[in-house]
């Protein structure tokens, strides 16, 4: 089963996010900041990551950057969700290492359509 590290500060997306992943069969990892995150990524590497941008302590920029030049979780897909629409915004997303940019609102279907194909499953959320 895939897992996906949901970073978001607003509670209300974590808890969306995290009962459309376990509806699709994927196991849901939550951190509300980029700092919670890099504590969970030194115990648990998930196959995916869905970042917001604007978080309290470490910011989904920052955290991209560091998840880049971390050897260990470099690979790792990212998508940045974000509030932040303006083309700056998108560039300096892409510029710290998102495979993608998506832009709320956007719905639950969409982005599950995109983590499925950076994880090269278009079928089912379901492992083989």
Known sequence: MPSVLVIDDDIEIRH???????????????ASDGVEALAILEQQLPDIILLDVMMP??????????????????????????GKTTAEAIAEGMDAGANLYLTKPTSPQKILGYLKELLGDSSNGKAP
């Open 16 to 30: 969306m996010m995290g009962m459309l992943l376990d509806f699709e069969g994927w196991e849901t990892i939550i």
């Open 57 to 82: 302590r470490m910011n989904g920029i920052l955290f991209c950057r560091e998840l880049r030049n971390n050897e260990k979780t470099a690979d790792i897909p990212v998508i940045i969700l974000s």
